[in-house]
């Protein structure tokens, strides 16, 4: 039965796949889903699938998704009772939420000052360690420090350290430095991306692990004071401390592990006295010490694996405790089964350094069969334009264990059909079935360790069948947007003929 809920017209402040998952969500729980459509998505598939759209003049991300004040003004004309944010854009801006609250909209997530309190990685760790929970080791002194006084506080802290950004996210504002000569330049370099990306230039040292692992526990609060955590993920498969594939349970947990950690998430979520979902993310070493990186205050990216191996929509909570009432169970009660794992599909080159592709989707088949979900922001005929994300979808799979589950994710990578854009499916496969990953032996350096192809010959016999229908259809034409067809008779299309843009795996 559904549940009624005190706000019924729920605006989704994103785009995107999330904005397409949490659109699907509400619409599972009969409430009325609003969506933001900036100029370029008109016709996007989230805007596509709303009950209501709300038009959003301008393209670039500054002038749209990321305009809080103006967003709150169009919820308010428009009668809008609740916001999402989904993650990125606005989902961790304290002020946002905090307008929300003022406005009189529910803000589908954690408490304003929570949201601000962790948005500052200094205050975050200082809140954590009081609590108990182990940090990273490092060095955040006040802004008037002298350099000499940094300096030495980096040889104290000991070489390599990592320089980071108070107001960090999304890997900005982070430097690697190996010996004190690369100190300054790294430090001057982080703050003024710092500056520019999140408008706060504060830094501070981190002791830089060697390959550790990443390991995130999922919480969730409510308001009644229950706070309870749904697991890990491991997200140790990075590209420039972006995630790239996710999965859970971790291969390097063992139970009394799982359970140490699991006990510090939930000390991180009562210091907060947490609401909502959100993620701690702590670094693993090979020696079991974990230590806490940071807490994202939303909704993760790779929150679809926890949903399947608990079994429970992550959604639906969110706005079950944002009407009010308690989580809906109780710690003993959440028991993960299987395994599951996520890759991001992406529309970038992994041949020419993961530039981002633009284009057209000519074709668009995402895998089926059995324990597959795939979570696209797109849909055929979509365009993928310069001015968001390129991440097209998600594709998630579950199995009851972890070769089988990576045996699912190799074929589901190779049916992946997407013609008109360049994409990462075949580079993420390579991962997959590479023998350092199969046994279980990631850590965050993987990427740059192991030297994985790109574009293995393609072999997907669908897009073989693909490429003799589309031959095989008389009048059937498929063009690019911008090319002409001058000829009488029409341009085929054929994947193995046409020029790079064309092709999907080869
Ligand atoms: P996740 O673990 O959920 O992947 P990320 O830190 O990678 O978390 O961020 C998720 C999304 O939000 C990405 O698209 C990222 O680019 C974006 N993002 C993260 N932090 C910020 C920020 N401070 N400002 C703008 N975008 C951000
Ligand atoms: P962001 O807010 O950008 O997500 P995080 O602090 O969560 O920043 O770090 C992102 C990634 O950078 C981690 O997942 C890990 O791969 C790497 N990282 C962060 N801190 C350290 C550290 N002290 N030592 C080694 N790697 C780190
Ligand atoms: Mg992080």
Redo the contacts with the bound molecule.
């Keep these: 039965m559904i549940p009624k809920l005190p706000f019924r017209k729920v605006l989704v402040a994103n785009r995107g796949e999330i904005a397409v998952r949490i659109i699907r969500g509400l619409r599972d729980m009969d409430l009325e889903a609003v969506a933001l459509a900036s100029d370029p998505d008109q016709a996007a598939e989230h805007v596509r699938i709303a009950n209501e759209v709300i038009f959003l003049p301008g393209a670039s991300s500054g002038e749209t998704y990321l305009q809080g004040q103006k967003i709150i003004e169009l919820a308010k004309a428009n009668g809008i009772e609740a916001i999402h944010p989904g993650y990125g854009f606005l989902s961790e801006n304290a002020d946002f939420a905090a307008a929300c609250e003022q406005a009189g909209i529910i803000f589908i997530g954690p408490k304003s000052d929570v949201i601000r309190q962790m948005g500052d990685?200094v205050r975050a760790k200082a809140l954590m360690q009081a609590a108990n929970v182990p940090v990273?080791p490092g060095w955040s002194g006040d802004a008037n420090a002298d350099w000499s006084e940094i300096e030495s506080a980096a040889k104290a802290v000991g070489f390599p350290v990592?320089v980071?950004a108070a107001a960090?996210?999304?890997?900005?504002g982070?430097r690697l430095v190996q010996n004190p000569n690369e100190l300054k330049d790294a430090w001057d370099s982080a703050a003024r991306e710092a500056q520019s990306a999140f408008g706060d230039s504060r830094i501070f040292l981190?002791?830089?692990?060697d390959r550790?692992r990443?390991v995130e526990f999922q919480i969730f609060g409510d308001n009644q004071g229950n706070v309870l955590q749904l697991f890990e993920r491991e997200?140790?498969i990075?590209r420039r401390?972006q995630?790239l594939i996710e999965e859970t349970p971790s291969p390097a947990l063992n139970w009394e592990l799982r359970a140490r950690m699991a006990d510090a998430a939930v000390k991180a979520a009562k210091a907060m006295s947490y609401t909502s979902a959100g993620t701690v993310?702590f670094?693993l070493d090979g020696s079991g010490n974990f230590?806490f990186?940071?807490v994202n205050t939303r909704l993760q990216v790779e929150h679809p694996i926890t949903e399947l191996t608990v079994g429970q929509d992550l959604l639906r909570w969110q706005l079950l405790v944002a009407a009010g009432q308690a989580l809906p169970l109780t710690q003993e009660q959440i028991q993960p089964r299987g395994h599951a794992i996520e890759c991001r599909i992406c529309a970038e080159d992994p041949e020419q350094n993961f530039m981002p592709s633009t284009g057209h989707l000519i074709l668009y088949r995402p895998p089926e069969g059995p324990f597959i979900r795939v979570d696209s922001g797109v849909r055929e005929g979509s365009e993928v334009s310069v001015y968001y994300d390129p991440m097209l979808a998600k594709l998630v799979v579950w199995a009851p264990d972890r070769d089988a589950a990576l045996d699912r994710m190799s074929r589901a990578l190779k049916d992946f059909v997407i013609v008109g854009v360049a994409h990462n499916a075949m580079f993420l496969r390579s991962i997959i079935d590479h023998p350092a990953f199969r046994a279980g032996d990631s850590h965050?350096h993987f990427l740059v360790e192991h030297e994985i192809p790109g574009k293995p010959a393609c072999d997907n016999p669908l897009l073989q069948d693909l490429a003799l229908a589309i031959a095989a259809a008389p009048k059937q034409t498929i063009q690019p947007a911008n090319e002409q067809n001058s000829s009488a008779h029409p341009a085929r299309i054929s994947p193995w003929t046409a020029s790079d843009r064309w092709r999907n795996h080869g």
Aim: aromatic fraction near 8%.
């Design positions: 990685k990273v990592l980071k960090g996210g999304g890997g900005k982070m981190e002791k830089y692990l550790p990443h997200c140790s990075q401390h995630k993310e670094i230590y990186l940071e965050t």
